[in-house]
């Protein structure tokens, strides 16, 4: 007699497809550099390589064909599906190319508009952060939850700045200047996915960056989430439209949110 397996959930499915990426973006790490890097939109700075687009084809490939897809490289399904995975196959290019192991797989699934999964893996530094909503945020085996830091000057936060800031107004350089003064500690580490991560599990106190892309923050929205801390745009929406689609994200621990929000310098061309 016959026996069906056990299917596995969206979010077991994300998290094998993220490892398997991460081994084959870790087959690759140190051999790649600078030079054998792409420009993508003749941007100096925004760096692609076979190795982040190979890994975005082999997490597509797992995705059921009946999902939909936003991915950084390119690959999409738009057919109206009521869940869609958005991914990032390889956060942190710059830190990859350079040896730096901060460096991740970001994969969310958004079921009915809402964030209904995440993993980030970060193969490098051999860690795994997870959410599922409403059941929490976890780092490998371990529950994570924000730090309980409640005062902005004793907050370690983290930033990062546009690969086109030189034709943006909106540099976030006054804003960094402005937190560098009044918090313990500001970061600059080069993966949002990853710096989302770490606020989730009270490594740092808050994050904050203009001119991302859904797919950089979208699982790590959940992480955070999930773990107890506060996620809006600038104008302190949470929807998940305005988080994922508006270009800027503030994360925090909760305690900290309106007063880093609050220090963050009006938008050029918002009200």
């Not at 529950?143 to 540099?171: K, M, P, Q």
């Amino acid at each position: 007699m016959s026996t069906s397996q056990p299917q596995a959930s969206p979010l077991g499915t994300a998290t094998e497809l993220a490892r398997a990426a991460g081994d084959l973006l870790y087959s690759y790490y140190g051999s790649l550099r600078r030079g054998d890097a792409e420009r993508k939109g003749g941007q100096p700075r925004d760096l692609v390589t076979r190795a982040d687009r190979e890994a975005e084809r082999l997490v597509y490939e797992g995705i059921p064909a009946a999902d939909d897809v936003l991915a950084e490289e390119g690959s999409a399904r738009h057919s109206g599906a009521r869940r869609r995975w958005i991914v990032d196959p390889l956060d942190g290019t710059v830190n990859y190319l350079h040896g730096i192991p901060f460096w991740a797989v970001s994969i969310a699934i958004v079921e009915d508009d809402r964030l209904a999964a995440a993993v980030v893996h970060a193969p490098a530094l051999r860690q795994t952060f997870t959410a599922e909503a409403g059941r929490g945020c976890r780092l490998d085996d371990a529950e994570a939850r924000v730090s309980s830091t409640a005062e902005i000057g004793e907050a370690l936060l983290a930033t990062g700045f546009a690969y086109n800031r030189d034709a943006v107004d909106d540099t976030n350089l006054g804003n960094f200047a402005v937190l560098a003064m009044a918090a313990a500690g500001v970061r600059r580490l080069g993966a949002a996915s990853l710096d989302l991560a770490y606020t989730a599990c009270g490594r740092l106190d808050g994050f904050w960056e203009l001119h991302l892309q859904p797919w950089d923050v979208a699982a790590g929205t959940l992480l955070v989430r999930e773990a107890g801390g506060t996620v809006t745009d600038f104008r302190g929406n949470e929807g998940v439209e305005p988080v994922l689609f508006a270009g800027n994200i503030v994360a925090t621990n909760g305690h900290l949110h309106e007063a880093l929000r609050g220090r963050l310098r009006r938008l050029e061309g918002t009200p």
